[in-house]
């Protein structure tokens, strides 16, 4: 079997964390007897420098080519300036990759692994057994909306057609029922009108699936009861912008954001989108303190999704899970392994 994986570094870290992942990936495929093919691709600041844009097409046509796509991170401060004055941003690239890919689905698990639970910084009787799947719609809402922007007015816009809520509302419920049979359904459906279709929407698909218990929650209180009862929740769906915080978030309850992975997907036959879900962290990169394991998960989620290797991907989370109960900690869990200690921890792991 062959493997073709796109490889987009992009900026700060993330040209540190791809290069972990790709190290354990060439491992796992030795391993499993599959030959790997991976080639790196300009994106985000990184591809500004050198072409003027964040998504060149060659890089967009090698990503649709692949059978996955691993991608670091992009951003930086120092593309602000250039922003201000009408240039693109990095982020703009992102946005772009996965609308032009389809990429509506955007699963982020928070799982805490049992030896960190006196690692989070809540109380371990409140994060114990945490296990929660945001799936955030990713092509939709306020960041693909209608936007003016101007010195003295600017606005944003939240549209949602009923499609775009059936398809993710699908990708989450046939997730609930393949896990524990609960989905919690978050909007602010108090005030936004695209938050009431979304919450009617929600109960039409559950007619589908009567076997998945529904409970719709608003986003405030959301952001609190994930702090003080995560351990309750199964699957969580909601919109693009409150599936972008939360998730943060919920990294945070469950250790640190260095360590959460997300796939991003699309039409079945569509290349997913792997990413750790943090950004180039500017604050960090270059001194090689980078924790490298949220992509390394993200690399575990493309073998799943996109190769349907299964024992390969239990492997990598596995090597994961060992390297922490042995005491492995990274900077961003208060440890002192830099991204080189941590990758070779796993590598030998596995
Ligand atoms: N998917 C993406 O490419 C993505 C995601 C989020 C933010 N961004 C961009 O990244 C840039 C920086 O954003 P930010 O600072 O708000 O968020 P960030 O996620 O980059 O960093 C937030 C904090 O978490 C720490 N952190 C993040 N990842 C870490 C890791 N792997 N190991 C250890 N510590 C880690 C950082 O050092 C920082 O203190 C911005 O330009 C933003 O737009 C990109
Ligand atoms: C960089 C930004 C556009 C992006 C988002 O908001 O989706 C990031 O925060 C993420 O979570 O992948
Ligand atoms: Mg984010």
Redesign the pocket.
């Known amino acids: 079997m062959s493997l073709s994986v796109c490889i987009l570094p992009g900026d700060g870290i993330g040209p540190e964390v791809t290069a972990s992942a790709v190290r354990v990936l060439q491992q796992v495929c030795e391993n499993a007897g599959t030959s790997l093919e991976t080639a790196s691709q300009p994106f985000g600041g990184a591809a500004i420098d050198t072409t003027g844009e964040p998504l060149p097409p060659a890089t967009l046509e090698a990503c649709k080519a692949a059978d996955g796509v691993l991608l670091g ?3 930086g401060p120092q593309y602000d300036a250039a922003a201000r004055a009408g240039a693109p941003r ?2 703009q690239g ?2 772009a990759l ?1 609308q032009e890919m389809g990429l509506f689905a ?1 699963l982020r698990p928070s799982r805490l692994f049992p030896t960190l639970e006196g690692a989070s910084p809540l109380r371990e009787k409140i994060v114990r057994g945490t296990d929660i799947l945001v799936v ?1 719609e ?1 092509t939709g809402g306020l ?1 693909f909306g209608d936007r003016r922007e101007g010195d003295e007015e600017a606005l944003d816009t939240l549209p949602y057609s009923r499609a775009e809520i059936e398809r993710v509302a699908w990708t989450a419920f046939e997730a609930a029922r393949g896990r524990r049979g609960k989905l919690c359904s978050v909007d602010k459906a108090n005030v936004l009108a695209s938050s009431r279709l979304w919450r009617k929407v929600i109960d039409d698909v559950s007619a589908d699936f009567p076997e998945v218990e529904v409970k719709h929650v608003l986003v405030d209180a959301m952001a609190m009861h994930l702090v003080t009862r995560p351990s309750s929740f199964d699957v969580v769906v909601t919109e ?2 409150f599936g ?1 915080i939360l ?2 978030e919920l990294s945070a309850v469950v250790g640190s954001i260095g360590l959460a992975p ?1 796939a991003s997907l699309g039409a079945p036959d569509t290349p997913g989108v792997f ?1 750790p ?3 180039s962290a500017p604050d960090i990169a270059g001194t090689g303190k980078a924790n490298p394991i949220g992509t390394i998960l993200s690399a575990a989620m493309l073998l799943r999704f996109a190769a349907g290797m299964e024992d390969a991907a239990k492997s990598i989370e596995d090597a994961v899970e060992t390297v922490l109960r042995e005491g492995l900690r990274p900077f961003d869990l208060g440890g002192t392994a830099g991204t080189e200690d941590v990758t070779a921890a796993i590598l030998k792991a596995l």
Do not use: K, T
């Open positions: 991170a992009v951003g990095p982020e992102l946005l996965r955007n955030r990713l960041y693009n912008l972008d998730s943060d997300s990413e879900i943090h950004g």
